[in-house]
């Protein structure tokens, strides 16, 4: 009879014993899947951070032959955070030319791009310079980055008329648009 | 304490099934059972919303100046543990997918960080975590991430934030984390 109550007993303590294991969960493992996607960008804004400048340029008359020069220099900053880098294009809207100036005086306004900071190539046409009617109406590459990061290049406008081009205003906008790689 | 009361109520089940034997006129007019129940240590972990496992998708927002990305992610999660001595949870990396562009320098962007949160038992982040640690830099061994020094329920929030320059590029940047809670 004694055996049989011990039984009986250690039944009992086999019964309980589960119960203090299930207090706790037994998830002793857990995962966290990170996923962060950085979508491709390019901002171009000109060196003091605007995003519209006015290039007006100064001229220069020879008191002798009265040719005409000039020029002028805005500073503009890629960037981008492509690891392909950011291309550049320009375009041109139509030109105005009045107060007696003929069309030959847009052949002698030229527009140069050079690099001046980070990892930009101006493009051929437009780093030996080109004349402000041979610039496309509907765009065309003047500068490419090469990777992610800030790019400086220069824009500059030049004017070498000679006096049979007369005088008069020669107004366009010039566009330039960026685009990530 | 719930381990406590289920011992005290062993025993006084176990005097119960004694002095009804002795009312059975059993021969046996004093029985000595010892009992002893010991209680192991365990802890448990899960996410804040009861699951094993858990996405944590963070969508950046990118400056229109500087193109620097920002944002972050966190999930809370649940450690409970009996022990008198508290719980460790450990946190292993697994490996870094770069997609669509993305360079180590993206992913070295990118922060993990851990902070008590809502239980009723104090979770340590450990110092650097605290801090918090570039992803690149979590160990894929395992290391400490927090710790408490109680027994009851404690939580922590796992965070993961981006602060990336433009010239840390773009892409996708994926990774896993394993968290393992150990009773001390």
């Not at chain 1, 119960?19 to 706790?24: G, K």
């Not at chain 2, 996410?47 to 999930?75: H, K």
């Not at chain 2, 562009?101 to 650097?128: E, I, Q």
């Amino acid at each position: 009879m004694l055996t049989s109550g011990y039984r009986h007993l250690i039944m009992l303590a086999l019964v309980m014993m589960p119960m203090p294991l299930a207090w706790a969960s037994p998830n002793t493992v857990v995962q966290a899947r990170v996923n962060v996607t950085v979508p491709k960008n390019a901002a171009l804004v000109s060196s003091s951070g605007a995003s519209v400048e006015n290039a007006a340029i100064p001229i220069s008359i020879d008191n002798a032959t009265l040719e005409a020069t000039g020029q002028k220099n805005t500073r503009w900053n890629v960037t981008t955070n492509s690891s392909s880098g950011a291309r550049v294009t320009i375009e041109r809207t139509s030109v105005s030319v009045s107060k007696g100036a003929s069309d030959a005086i847009l052949n002698d306004i030229h527009v140069r791009c050079s690099a001046s900071g980070g990892s930009v190539t101006p493009i051929s046409k437009f780093s030996s310079g080109s004349s402000l009617n041979n610039i496309a109406l509907n765009g065309e590459g003047l500068c490419s980055m090469a990777k992610a990061g800030t790019g400086t290049f220069d824009v500059t406008l030049s004017v070498r008329a000679p006096a049979t081009d007369g005088n008069g205003n020669v107004n366009a906008t010039l566009t330039m648009v960026v685009a990530a790689l | 304490m719930i381990a406590n009361f289920r011992l005290i109520r062993l025993s006084l089940m176990t005097a119960l099934i004694a002095a009804t034997f002795q009312r059975a006129g059993i021969c046996a007019t004093s029985v000595t059972d010892p009992v002893s129940v010991t209680v192991p240590k365990v802890a448990s972990i899960l996410s804040s919303n009861g699951n094993v496992s858990e996405n944590l998708a963070i969508t950046p927002t990118v400056s229109s100046s500087t193109l620097a990305s920002t944002g972050s992610a966190s999930q809370a999660w649940d450690m409970r543990t009996n022990s008198t001595s508290g719980a460790t949870v450990t946190i292993q990396r697994g490996s870094v997918t770069l997609t669509g562009g993305a360079v180590a320098a993206l992913a070295n962007s990118l922060s993990v960080s851990c902070s008590n949160g809502a239980g009723t038992v104090t979770c340590t982040p450990s110092a650097k975590y605290s801090a918090g640690a570039s992803l690149t830099t979590v160990s894929t061994i395992g290391e400490t991430f927090c710790s408490t020094g109680l027994p009851g329920d404690g939580q922590f929030n796992l965070i993961v934030a981006l602060n990336a320059a433009a010239s840390a590029g773009s892409g996708t940047v994926a990774t896993t984390f394993t968290m393992i809670v150990a009773a001390l």
